[in-house]
């Protein structure tokens, strides 16, 4: 089966600087990674995501890029802002099977 | 809120007990999803359903767990004799019909703590 791996576990950075969190995959045949964010006792919500068709896909201030020949994809956040601390969860799946995820990476944005 | 329900969002049981949960996707979402997160971990998959049908199961859902779906809308994941390795936060998601297994969205939770 899938394994997805995610680094790092914590990250903390400075208001405004850029973030970028990294995930690896090992089934060559997964086609859609998603990220979540999930803020202390809330649910999972789904900020951004790929398929494999893609290589690149921006929203504002988060993008996510994917490297299909060495099964890596990574998000990427720019001018964080304090509200974006929270846990962030990659995943992967082929589309008929469901998701696996990664165990999460604390995202720390000081003020 | 039209998002994903669950019910209870809080349970304390004593081990040994049963318990049963309740999951009521997104309105005409015909795929939904039980998880099983721990601190510190990302979400497990459990089972899921396309409408009514049951069609893939983890290995993580020994035979002390049931769900069910049996009019394709919510939703119920019962745990029978409870153990101390149960409690978790059980999350449900659902994905509309036009985008398979991607793009799920998740309910709150339900958090259960056996003691």
């Known amino acids: 089966g899938e394994n997805v791996e995610q680094h790092p576990s914590t990250l903390s950075v400075q208001e405004g600087d850029s973030a970028v969190i990294k995930c690896t995959y090992s089934?060559?045949?997964?086609?859609?990674f998603p990220w979540y964010k999930q803020e202390l006792g809330k649910r999972p919500q789904l900020i951004i995501d790929?398929?494999?068709?893609?290589g690149e896909k921006k929203d504002q201030r988060i993008a996510v890029t994917l490297n299909k020949t060495a099964k890596h994809f990574s998000l990427h956040i720019t001018e964080t802002q304090p509200e974006d601390s929270a846990v962030y969860f990659c995943a992967a799946t082929r589309g008929y099977s469901t998701l696996t995820f990664g165990k999460g990476t604390m995202l720390l944005v000081s003020p | 809120d039209t998002g994903v329900s669950q019910d209870p969002r809080h349970k304390i049981t004593k081990r040994g007990q049963n318990v049963t949960f309740r999951c009521d996707p997104i309105?005409?979402?015909?795929?939904l999803y039980w998880y099983r997160q721990t601190l510190g971990q990302g979400p497990e998959f459990l089972t899921y359903?396309?409408?009514?049908?049951?069609?893939?199961k983890s290995r993580l859902l020994s035979d002390r767990f049931s769900a069910e779906r049996p009019k394709g809308s919510f939703s119920t994941l019962e745990i029978q004799r409870t153990e101390q390795g149960d409690s978790a936060m059980y999350l449900c998601?659902?994905?509309?019909?036009?985008?398979?297994?991607?793009?799920?969205?998740f309910g709150p939770g339900t958090r259960l703590t056996v003691t």
């Open positions: 089934d060559s045949a997964s086609n859609y």
């Open positions: 359903f396309q409408n009514e049908a049951q069609l893939e």
């Open positions: 309105s005409e979402h015909n795929r």
């Open positions: 790929i398929r494999s068709n893609v």
């Open positions: 998601a659902s994905s509309p019909p036009t985008s398979g297994v991607y793009e799920q969205y």
